[in-house]
């Protein structure tokens, strides 16, 4: 079956955060009165009753949490804002208005404020790209960028904001990244567009000569620029929204941009599961770790990367299960595809 999402929205839905403390474990309640103005019936019937408000559903604001210090921290200085309880109302502010566009399960139990990358097995290999001194500009691109949370943490971390890239399909979630952290004038470069169509990325044409250095990602009209100049590229929660034929259409398009300089990766997260196949429970396909690692070494050819993947059972505490009442379970699958 064709993924709804073929040219829609590559926006994340199974964000979920570590365990947190809590002594009561709640379950999601919809609030039936209330939906968004975008047709959720095209991230499929999983998300039909997701309401466009959080009211009724019990998430704990996870930045009370002491074990999310260094996540408080970010947020205080990507956003300027030192009182935590000033910030705190902030992201309340956010989630409430986010909600009314984008209901996912990531914005209504707050989970869009855990950062994917950081918390990604493959999240050292970037903090040593940032920190390697190189004459040679370095281009992160990150699809399904959201609001932008990761690569502001990235920035944080000291990658250059003018060599970082967002992609996603709908501008409303770049404009909700600039009220929550008020760099409108310092801008994240942004592209709006689905990299599945060939106006924007054309898989007949060649890869444009010239240095990357000359390109300019705050004004691309596509992403044809970037074929074989980009060095790290992330893609978290989002290749479950598409069927088998589709995730390779989307990982084949990846590998075009991606560079031919050895340590280039891609990597990201979604949900998995032990056999490949259509989940039920949630309605979505999903990938095994040898059946991942498959697909990638059919898209670049034997030999020419290595590919790691590996199932992360989630919990109660994770809240996903929940949301799904016919799931008993439900897997992540963390993968990372690097250059050799």
């Not at 210090?69 to 992201?91: M, V």
């Not at 040593?128 to 949370?149: C, H, L, P």
């Not at 967002?166 to 929550?180: C, H, R, T």
């Amino acid at each position: 079956m064709r993924s709804h999402l073929s040219s829609t929205s590559f926006t994340s839905l199974f964000e979920v955060p570590q365990q947190l403390n809590s002594s009561t474990t709640t379950m999601f309640e919809p609030q039936q009165s209330q939906k968004s103005h975008i047709a959720m019936d095209q991230f499929g019937a999983g998300m039909l009753d997701m309401p466009a408000s959080a009211d009724g559903i019990g998430a704990a604001y996870p930045l009370d949490d002491p074990r999310m210090s260094e996540e408080l921290k970010f947020y205080q200085a990507a956003t300027g804002i030192r009182d935590p309880q000033e910030l705190k109302a902030l992201l309340f502010e956010i989630r409430a208005e986010a909600c009314k566009t984008f209901p996912f399960p990531c914005v209504l139990c707050f989970h869009f404020l855990q950062g994917m990358i950081a918390r990604h097995p493959f999240f050292p290999e970037v903090l040593k790209a940032i920190k390697e001194k190189s004459t040679t500009r370095k281009i992160f691109v990150d699809i399904g960028a959201g609001m932008g949370n990761d690569l502001r943490l990235l920035i944080h971390h000291g990658w250059k904001r003018d060599d970082v890239l967002g992609v996603d399909v709908n501008s409303e979630w770049s404009a909700l990244g600039y009220k929550l952290f008020r760099d409108r004038k310092l801008p994240v470069p942004n592209f709006i567009g689905n990299i599945l169509q060939p106006e924007v990325l054309d898989v007949s044409t060649p890869a444009e000569f010239g240095p990357a250095g000359s390109i300019d990602l705050s004004s691309l009209k596509g992403l044809n620029p970037l074929k074989g100049k980009v060095n790290m590229m992330s893609l978290n929660q989002l290749f479950h929204f598409f069927d088998e034929a589709d995730q390779k259409r989307l990982a084949e398009r990846c590998a075009l941009l991606l560079s031919d300089e050895v340590g280039s990766a891609i990597f990201g997260m979604q949900v998995g599961g032990i056999k490949k196949g259509f989940q039920s429970c949630i309605k979505t396909f999903v990938q095994s770790p040898e059946t991942w690692k498959e697909m990638w070494e059919s898209v670049f050819g034997p030999n020419k990367v290595k590919v790691v993947s590996e199932l992360v059972e989630t919990t109660p505490e994770d809240h996903l299960v929940q949301l799904f009442s016919d799931c008993t379970g439900i897997q992540r699958l963390y993968w990372s595809v690097t250059r050799i």
